[in-house]
């Protein structure tokens, strides 16, 4: 078969320093932690692949090695995948014109990496050619888009505004962070420092009269980046209410992998998902719990929506609930981690050391 002589490129930005989902992310770049078993930009390299676009390039920065000692020259995902790293983390505008010289076709699709998707990508490369778009944004229907910045289209799909967060949204359709650029738009972008493209370019394109337009679905969508949406993605993925190509065999309530141990009594729900060599004690309760490898929750403890790093021990009948847990802690028996707590990586809480109640 020939070649495509005028490919499309899929650009990933993978730079940002992940934050909110600390402190997992000090160990790790967010678009690399492991979500249903896989490093999570797995399901969208898929995804990419399996709408036939072959050649990625990840624009990096945060711990930019991790990305090409696990993924290689791509050839193991059927891809092709160059690697573009930024000294100076350059925004998602400045990234997207950095990679412009490993750029081969006439249009580039772009994607934040951390988002988990459901949408049809060739829909998008068709609205994109059918509208003559100079830029096509991908904007998602969503149930509350107060959260997200809005971004309404008149009635031939022409983008009208680029609204920040508001309690009084004049729309449900937001920036789902996919985009369609015509080559000569990043050719544009100012080079050699931060901007933003949600900031600066399309605003800015828009008052130069270019062609933006929306391709608007109600496809799955989830942006990854806190630990409630990291929770409730990754369950989303372990019971296939969100697609990935990268994901085998039928989906369930929980997800356990090779060389884990599950007691007898041990209850697993909510998507739960028990990484390699980790163990789960006698009659814990592990509901929507996300155990990274070598995670040990003890006889009688609770975890719900959290997440556990690798090596965390959870002792006998401690609770943990919507917390995040870094790498290598250890909680002793009794321990109660409410609502928002984050243990730093190697911590050592005593038994009964963290209490919500005055039980003793
Ligand atoms: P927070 O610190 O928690 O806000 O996370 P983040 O640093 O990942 O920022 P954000 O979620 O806004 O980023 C959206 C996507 O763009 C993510 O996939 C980031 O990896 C990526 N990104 C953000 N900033 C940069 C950057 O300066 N350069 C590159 N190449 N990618 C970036």
């Not at 495509?4 to 989902?21: F, M, Q, S, Y």
């Not at 998008?124 to 830029?135: F, P, S």
């Not at 599950?262 to 006698?282: F, H, K, N, S, W």
Request: proline share 7%; glycine share 14%; net charge negative.
């Amino acid at each position: 078969m020939m070649s495509d002589p005028n490919p499309t490129d899929a650009v990933i930005l993978v730079g940002g320093k992940g934050t909110r989902l600390r402190p997992l992310t000090l160990s790790a770049p967010k678009p690399m932690l492991p979500t249903a078993g896989l490093p999570f930009l797995t399901h969208l390299l898929a995804r990419i692949e399996a709408a036939g676009v072959k050649h990625v390039v990840l624009g990096t920065s945060f711990k930019a090695e991790v990305f090409e000692d696990y993924f290689g020259d791509g050839s193991k995902m059927g891809l092709e995948i160059d690697y573009v790293f930024e000294t100076e983390p350059l925004g998602t505008g400045g990234g997207i014109r950095n990679v412009l010289p490993k750029l081969r076709g006439d249009n580039v699709m772009v994607f934040n990496g951390d988002v988990l998707g459901g949408t049809d990508l060739n829909a998008i490369l068709e609205t994109h050619e059918k509208t003559d778009a100079d830029v096509t944004l991908h904007l998602v229907r969503v149930g509350d888009p107060r959260a997200f910045g809005c971004v309404p289209t008149d009635e031939d799909g022409r983008v009208s505004a680029f609204l920040e967060k508001t309690q009084d949204p004049p729309t449900d359709q937001i920036n789902a962070g996919c985009y369609v650029f015509k080559r000569e738009i990043i050719e544009q972008i100012p080079e050699g420092r931060p901007v933003s493209v949600e900031r600066e370019v399309f605003p800015n394109l828009l008052a130069e009269g270019k062609r933006v337009f929306g391709h608007v679905d109600s496809s799955y969508w989830r942006d990854m980046g806190t630990p409630e949406d990291f929770v409730r993605g990754s369950a989303d993925l372990v019971r296939g209410i969100a697609p990935s190509p990268a994901l085998e065999g039928p989906r369930g309530e929980s997800l356990v992998h090779p060389g884990a141990g599950i007691a007898p009594g041990a209850v697993l729900i909510g998507g739960t998902v028990v990484g390699r060599g980790a163990e789960v004690g006698a009659g814990a309760r592990l509901d929507g719990a996300i155990l990274f490898d070598g995670a040990v929750v003890e006889a009688g403890a609770v975890v719900e929506r959290s997440i556990l790093g690798f090596g965390v021990r959870i002792g006998p009948r401690a609770l943990v609930r919507d917390a995040v847990i870094g790498d290598g802690a250890d909680i002793g028996a009794r321990c109660e981690l409410l609502r928002g707590a984050r243990v730093w990586p190697g911590v050592t809480l005593p038994d009964g050391g963290v209490r919500f109640s005055t039980d003793v």
